[in-house]
Nanobody
Framework: VQLQASGGGLVHAGGSLRLSCAAS????????IGWFRQAPGKGREGVACISPTDGRTYYPDSVNGRFTVSSDSAKNMVYLQMDSLKPEDTAVYYCANGKFPLDVVINYGFKAEFFNSWGQGTQVTVSS
C-alpha cells in the first residue's frame, strides 16, 4: 500500500493550490481517504475526508468552504483543491487511508490515529 501526496508549493495569501494523492496497492472499496496537515510544532490536523465509493465528504469548520476534496477511482487518485489560502494554512500536507466508513470520522472525530497508511507529505507555504 502506498500513498503519495504532491502538488505543494509557495502561494500568496488568497491564492489556490491543488494537491494530488496517488494511491496504489489497494482499491478504494471500503476505504476513506483523509487529507491531513502538520505545521511546525503542532500535531496532525485533518482537513478533508472522502469516501470515494459514494462521494461523501467531510470537512472541519477550519477549512469548510475553502477546501474541496474529490476522487477518481478509475485512476486511484484523490485531490484536494485549496482556495482562499491563508498563511495559517502553511504546513506539510499528507494523505492517508482508513478502512472504515465516513461515519466513523463524523461521529468519533477526524483523528490521525484512525488512519492506517500514510504517504510522504508535500509542503504548502502561504505567504502574507
Amino acid at each position: 500500500v502506498q500513498l503519495q501526496a504532491s502538488g505543494g508549493g509557495l502561494v500568496h495569501a488568497g491564492g489556490s493550490l491543488r494537491l494530488s494523492c496517488a494511491a496504489s496497492g489497494f482499491t478504494f472499496d471500503g476505504y476513506v481517504i483523509g487529507w491531513f496537515r502538520q505545521a511546525p510544532g503542532k500535531g496532525r490536523e485533518g482537513v478533508a475526508c472522502i469516501s470515494p465509493t459514494d462521494g461523501r465528504t467531510y470537512y472541519p469548520d477550519s477549512v469548510n468552504g475553502r477546501f474541496t476534496v474529490s476522487s477518481d477511482s478509475a485512476k486511484n487518485m484523490v485531490y484536494l483543491q485549496m482556495d482562499s489560502l491563508k498563511p495559517e494554512d502553511t504546513a506539510v500536507y499528507y494523505c492517508a487511508n482508513g478502512k472504515f466508513p465516513l461515519d466513523v470520522v463524523i461521529n468519533y472525530g477526524f483523528k490521525a490515529e484512525f488512519f492506517n497508511s500514510w504517504g510522504q507529505g508535500t509542503q504548502v507555504t502561504v505567504s502574507s
